[in-house]
């Protein structure tokens, strides 16, 4: 396990209860993102925050101290919430664990539930006429078309760079998006526009021989500040949001083109387990783990809910 400031990395504990806690989570299949966030939190709680408290002496009044450093720092209230949560669930697991007998509470859930969660607007532009304009008012075929896709399937930024060649199915209309959040994997439908925009992309991409479908100039996986950068310029060009616009509800992100869709989809009627499908949201319900969506089925639906661009 590597301490490096990457999302990839998994960070060390000195505890055998937070290693023990990690391995364990790392085996029944949580995603690399995943344990990175929940090594990087217990590493700063155990580490940082207490270096001399072990895990069982943790009370309440030390979490509490936690939640006031976070606080001192202008940590966000749903981060801290998001903090906690992780150490929640560490204590959680452990206290249930009688090799573990030193931990016989969980002082992260009591101050937890005095944390609600905030719930930001939706934001005032996220309209799917402003998306359309906000696209085409992009002029690099390659970033256009990462907007394309962002827009007309619901991914999220990570997702859409890290689809490779290979997952591209044009005849039949179909993108494989990877890196789901949960570390899961969906095929998705696109349409007729969505299919001519990434191959015109790939008509003036012909010479990269990267397996990644958009390329930085160096032939590296495209970045995510490069996308957000141009989608912020895009927007100030526009007139959907000025490019010094800080207000949540006031600005378009790449994962505002996620609000557009969803809002677009909801409203063109389409049934909701085949949204959550495309979406590649986490299987919440009991239900949701029994329903198995046929890709064809999938396919009629996104199309007869999407609609054009206009490029």
């Known amino acids: 396990m590597g301490a490096e400031a990457n999302a990839s990395k998994i960070y060390d504990n000195k505890h055998d209860e937070v290693t023990y806690f990690l391995t364990r989570k790392e085996a029944t299949g949580r995603s690399t993102r995943t344990l990175n966030s929940y090594s990087r939190i217990l590493r700063e709680f155990f580490h940082d925050q207490f270096p001399d408290l072990d895990p069982g002496e943790v009370e309440i009044r030390h979490v509490e101290d936690y939640v006031m450093a ?3 720092r202008g940590v966000s209230q749903n981060s801290k919430k998001k903090y906690l949560e992780i150490l929640s669930s560490f204590y959680g697991y452990t206290m249930k664990r009688p090799q573990f007998e030193d931990i016989t509470g969980n002082p992260a859930a009591v101050v937890m ?4 969660r905030i719930r930001p607007d939706r934001p005032d532009c996220a309209t799917w006429e402003n998306a359309c304009k906000l696209i085409n008012a992009i002029p690099d075929p390659r970033d256009k ?3 394309i896709i962002l827009a007309k399937t619901g991914a999220r930024l990570l997702e859409a760079l890290s689809i490779e060649k290979d997952d591209v199915d044009l005849e039949k209309g179909f993108i494989r998006l990877r890196e789901r959040k949960g570390g899961g994997q969906t095929v998705v439908p696109i349409d007729d526009e969505t299919i001519y925009a990434i191959k015109r992309y790939q008509f003036v991409n012909s010479d990269s021989d990267s397996p990644y479908l958009f390329t930085s100039t160096l032939g590296g996986r495209l970045s995510k500040e490069r996308i957000r950068r141009e989608v912020k310029a895009a927007a100030d060009r526009a007139g959907v949001a000025p490019k ?3 207000r949540f509800e006031k600005k378009f992100t790449p994962h505002t083109f996620r609000t557009v869709f969803t809002t677009l989809m909801r409203k063109q009627g389409m049934k909701p387990y085949i949204l959550k499908y495309i979406r590649g949201d986490a299987k919440t319900e009991t239900m949701d783990i029994y329903t198995r969506v046929d890709r064809d089925e999938a ?5 007869n809910c999407i609609k054009e661009i206009g490029l």
Request: proline share 6%.
């Open 244 to 246: 010094e616009e800080r």
């Open 145 to 147: 078309t990462v907007a």
């Open 299 to 303: 396919k009629e639906e996104y199309l």
């Open 70 to 72: 976070l606080t001192e």
């Open 113 to 116: 539930e005095e944390i609600p």
